[in-house]
């Protein structure tokens, strides 16, 4: 048998355990056998180690791998809860069951809807201003809210692209529905839903049409025969409806005809028709070939592209220079700020300056000239009697009537009849003593709220609701009464000249920023109503001072247009807190005398004109920097150090207007101002190219001082510099004082007045005193209680006395040599 290397293993190592008597080669040979034996062993050894260890080390990384590979950990999102309370008369669906809300919309006329997500600031803002319009028109619109935001709901899942929270959507049962863009507070939500519920105005007679006119800025009329279908009405009620998306709050009325006999005594010739009424025009709806269809969108754009109105009435809400950008082209503009409240039927102070535009408007030469007179004056008419009605006396006096029941009678009266009815042998085979009890499904009238009485009933207690909510926003606003005096007529003022004004009305209690910027306090204002001309061309605006009337607005009008307005300066308001304005309050110099003070319009010209002293003003676009600030701080001191009266100043631009011929087109703008005694300044502006610092301040400040001031201060400036320029300095000065004379001594020469030249001969007298006192200084002699230097001073004091010539001198001088030439 062959062995194998098992075999031989296992056999050598018994035989180490037996005693052997073995030759020495024998010996030998065993022992490098045990060698090579212990050599292998440790390969093998080595070899399974390492085997173990890659091993392990796989097995640590497949671990790892496992670990972090299992799917990452997403937080769950909050469960939804309420977002409108439960007793609230708003239906929440909070957990964004869309198809459930929109089974509630189908059962309901009209309903309004709010797409919120309750994390959604503006959603919780508008939350209760929408539970607002719900308490006042919750018998008559359907109001849900849904939640859109809620992962996983219908809602979410339907429309998870909604870029912005709330979406208002008001729905009737055959439309698709309304988008409200309008402002979201309770009182515009009601007047639009109001809108929604009735979008069409029937019209009967031509009296309809024409009370219309006289109410609306524009009417947009179709004619729908109803005699072979309503396809053509429904239409137009569709174009009604989607109109109020554009037009919140109304200034379109839509109005239908549907006789044709009305029609042909309008001058409709083809039906259907549609034809958009304008103050001073008419637009008609015409199809020139059959691909031009009566639908929706071709309406919808016709109406739009061709309305106009004299008085633009802004909403700007967010995008305010959107509003405005359209009549921001250099022409001016007139702005009546007053309460535009929505829920009134009409605005007398709106309408007046509606009359007054198209007054303004109607050129002679126009062949609308004399309808759009007497429109002005059906105008005039429903204004005042608008004005003279007073709905809430009138509610206040409504008895509501209680429903009249009819008595029933008792079984004692039926007895009786039964009687009755036996001794006259009438045939009755039973009677029924629970006659008053027998149960039906007919109302009587008077309980039935459906009936002609109660339909008045409840219309009477829901335009009593709606007036006291619109009294919450504020009271009814007119104008003034005119007492007396005739009023200015203004017709077609704007063809006379080169510009015509924009005249906008925009809402005072929902933007009273825009007339505290203005520099107007509109709460303080006169039933918050305040008129103001903005002329951008010129950098000017106008503020009407007196009572909104129809007077006033005229004369206004009138006197710019013939260039008599004063020019009202913007100023600071108070008592704007919600300008969000963080002003400059801060007071520069501390406890040292010299400080900064902030100016208004007010006080700006009583500071500048302070005789004998210079006064240095800093104009700022907001708030100054500190740089023009220390400069300003800097200058004033060095000059009231050098003997000149100096005080420093700053104003905000952004909040306070300057005179016209101060304006500056670039921040700061450093202002000197040198007052003669005579109540008007002279001013000097500091170069734009410069660097500001105080030294600049102080150099422009002494060129505006005269002669003898600026002498007196040049000196006091060189006894504060060192030795080495003491010396540059008195140089400077004499060569200033050289040339005076030399200036003075040729006018002296040129004039032939004997007054004027007397004059000119006392100047050089005392400025060959001050050039002997200079010459006769020294570097050394520029310090404090010099004698020498008192002499140089009291010198140019006394050249002070007699620096001055009379301005008739002057004047007399000018007309002889006029003469002369």
């Given at each position: 048998m062959i062995p194998t290397v098992d075999s031989e293993d296992i056999s050598q190592v018994t035989s180490l355990k037996e005693k052997h008597n073995l030759t020495s080669d024998v010996r030998d040979s065993s022992e490098n056998s045990q060698v090579a034996i212990q050599s292998n062993n440790r390969d093998i050894t080595v070899n399974m180690l390492i085997k173990e260890l890659v091993f392990c080390i796989a097995l640590a990384l497949t671990t790892y791998g496992a670990l972090h590979n299992t799917p990452s950990k997403v937080s769950k999102h909050p469960q939804a809860v309420r977002f409108f309370d439960s007793e609230s008369v708003v239906t929440d669906w909070y957990r964004g069951q869309l198809a459930n809300a929109l089974a509630a919309v189908n059962l309901a006329?009209?309903?309004?809807?709010?797409?919120?997500?309750?994390?959604?600031?503006?959603?919780?803002?508008?939350?209760?201003?929408?539970?607002k319009a719900a308490n006042v028109l919750n018998d008559r619109v359907h109001f849900s809210a849904?939640?859109?935001?809620?992962?996983?709901?219908?809602?979410?899942?339907?429309?998870?692209?909604?870029?912005?929270?709330?979406?208002?959507?008001?729905?009737?049962?055959?439309?698709?529905?309304v988008l409200y863009k309008g402002p979201r507070d309770a009182h515009h939500m009601v007047h639009f839903l109001g809108l929604v519920m009735k979008?069409?105005?029937?019209?009967?007679?031509?009296?309809?049409?024409?009370?219309?006119?006289?109410?609306?800025?524009?009417?947009?009329v179709a004619y729908t025969p109803l005699t072979d279908t309503s396809k053509y009405y429904n239409v137009w009620y569709n174009v009604a409806l989607k109109s109020h998306e554009f037009d919140t709050v109304g200034e379109i009325c839509f109005a239908v005809v549907t006789s044709a006999e009305l029609a042909v005594d309008l001058g409709v010739e083809s039906l259907p028709n549609a034809q958009l009424m304008l103050w001073n025009d008419t637009k008609e709806f015409k199809t020139e070939n059959e691909n031009r269809s009566w639908n929706e969108s071709t309406l919808m754009q016709w109406?739009?592209?061709?309305?106009?109105?004299?008085?633009?009435?802004?909403?700007?809400?967010?995008?305010?220079?959107?509003?405005?950008?359209?009549?921001?082209?250099?022409?001016?503009?007139?702005?009546?700020?007053?309460?535009?409240?929505?829920?009134?039927?009409?605005?007398?102070?709106?309408s007046l300056l509606r009359e007054v535009a198209m007054e303004y408007y109607n050129c002679k030469n126009n062949d609308t000239n004399q309808w759009i007179a007497e429109l002005i004056k059906l105008q005039q008419v429903q204004r005042l009697i608008y004005q003279q009605k007073n709905f809430y006396k009138f509610c206040q006096e409504y008895k509501v009537k209680k429903p009249i029941r009819k008595q029933k009678k008792n079984f004692y009266d039926n007895y009786e009849q039964?009687?009755?009815?036996?001794?006259?042998?009438?045939?009755?085979?039973?009677?029924d003593t629970d006659k008053e009890n027998v149960g039906t499904t007919m109302l009587p009238r008077e309980d039935d709220p459906l009936s002609a009485e109660g339909l008045i009933q409840g219309n009477v207690e829901h335009l009593c609701r709606l007036s006291r909510f619109a009294a919450e926003l504020g009271p009814p606003i007119s104008p003034a009464k005119v007492t007396g005096g005739n009023i200015t007529h203004i017709d077609g003022l704007s063809c006379t000249g080169n510009t015509s004004l924009h005249m906008i009305a925009v809402d005072s209690v929902q933007n009273h920023h825009f007339p505290e910027a203005l520099g107007i306090d509109i709460a303080r204002e006169k039933d918050m109503t305040a008129v103001v001309i903005l002329d951008s061309r010129h950098g000017s605006q106008y503020v009407l001072a007196e009572e909104y009337s129809a007077k006033s607005i005229r004369d206004f009008i009138y006197n710019y247009t013939r260039n008599e307005l004063r020019r009202s300066l913007r100023t600071q308001v108070a008592d704007a807190v919600h300008t969000h304005y963080y002003g400059l309050n801060d007071v520069i110099g501390g406890d040292d005398v010299i400080g900064v003070a902030d100016l208004t319009s007010r006080t700006f010209r009583r500071f500048v004109t302070a005789p004998g002293t210079v006064s240095l003003v800093?104009?700022?676009?907001?708030?100054?920097?500190?740089?023009?600030?220390?400069?300003?701080?800097?200058?004033a001191r060095l000059l009231s150090r050098c003997g000149v009266p100096a005080r420093a100043a700053r104003l905000d631009a952004a909040r306070h207007d300057l005179p016209a011929h101060l304006d500056a087109h670039l921040y700061p703008a450093l202002l000197v101002f040198v007052a003669d005694g005579s109540g008007e300044a002279d001013s000097r502006v500091y170069p734009l190219s410069e660097r500001v610092s105080s030294g600049g301040l102080v150099a422009l400040a002494l060129r505006s001082l005269g002669v003898p001031h600026h002498l007196r201060a040049r000196v006091a400036l060189c006894s504060a510099t060192s030795n080495i320029e003491k010396k540059a300095c008195l140089r400077d000065i004499r060569e200033h004082i050289s040339n005076l004379i030399g200036t003075n001594l040729k006018y002296w020469r040129r004039t032939d007045v004997r007054e004027l030249k007397d004059s000119l001969l006392r100047r050089l007298q005392h400025l060959n005193q001050i050039s002997l006192h200079l010459s006769l200084l020294h570097s050394t002699d520029l310090k404090e209680n010099n004698l020498?230097?008192?002499?140089?001073?009291?010198?140019?004091?006394?050249?002070?006395?007699?620096?001055?010539?009379?301005?008739?001198?002057?004047?007399?001088?000018?007309?002889?040599?006029?003469?002369?030439r």
């Open positions: 006329d009209v309903s309004f809807i709010m797409y919120y997500a309750p994390w959604d600031a503006e959603s919780q803002h508008v939350r209760s201003e929408f539970e849904i939640n859109c935001w809620n992962p996983g709901s219908e809602c979410r899942l339907q429309h998870n692209k909604i870029p912005s929270w709330p979406i208002l959507m008001a729905y009737t049962v055959n439309s698709r529905g979008p069409l105005e029937r019209v009967s007679s031509t009296e309809d049409l024409v009370n219309l006119l006289s109410i609306y800025d524009a009417v947009a109406v739009l592209e061709n309305f106009s109105q004299p008085v633009a009435r802004i909403i700007p809400m967010w995008k305010k220079s959107f509003s405005f950008e359209r009549y921001a082209d250099g022409s001016p503009m007139l702005l009546l700020f007053t309460p535009l409240n929505p829920m009134y039927e009409q605005l007398p102070s709106y039964c009687h009755l009815f036996e001794d006259n042998d009438s045939k009755i085979t039973k009677m800093a104009v700022c676009g907001g708030s100054c920097g500190a740089h023009a600030s220390r400069a300003l701080l800097g200058a020498k230097q008192k002499s140089l001073l009291d010198a140019v004091g006394a050249l002070a006395n007699a620096w001055r010539i009379d301005v008739s001198v002057l004047r007399k001088n000018s007309t002889t040599t006029n003469r002369t």
